[in-house]
């Protein structure tokens, strides 16, 4: 029990939090059933998936060249600051310096799997 909550109470709670700060991302990049590349790749089955891996999707040559994997600490790094952890991407947005929001957004998308459909 973390403050009374169970911790499923607590997960989901963060994930709500997380897709209310997705709705910064909608612009950019669409998840879920029927997900496709916008301006910048779906992000269906980010959780493990090798940094500029996106089929169909035009990275620019520094996201293509990245050598992470997707997982919580290298997306509230990338997020914070995304032109600092790939120099030369052409990601153009200011971030998210807050942590806490950072990781209730990774809660959202890891929710999905390639296909779309929640794991």
């Not at 973390?2 to 991302?25: M, N, P, V, W």
């Not at 997982?71 to 509230?76: P, Y």
């Not at 990774?106 to 999905?112: D, E, N, P």
Request: include cysteine; charged fraction near 25%; glycine fraction near 10%.
């Amino acid at each position: 029990m973390i403050f009374g909550l169970s911790i499923s109470a607590a997960s989901a709670q963060d994930i709500a939090a997380g897709e209310t700060s997705y709705r910064r991302c909608l612009t950019c990049h669409s998840i879920g059933a029927g997900a496709r590349n916008k301006s910048g790749p779906l992000l269906n089955g980010i959780d493990g998936r090798k940094c500029g891996s996106v089929d169909g999707y035009s990275y620019s040559k520094a996201n293509r060249n990245c050598a992470f994997t997707w997982n919580e600490a290298t997306f509230v790094e990338y997020v914070r600051d995304p032109k600092a952890k790939i120099q030369g991407t052409k990601k153009s947005s200011s971030g998210i310096k807050d942590a806490t929001e950072a990781r209730n957004l990774w809660a959202y998308l890891r929710q999905f799997g390639a296909d779309g459909q929640p794991k």
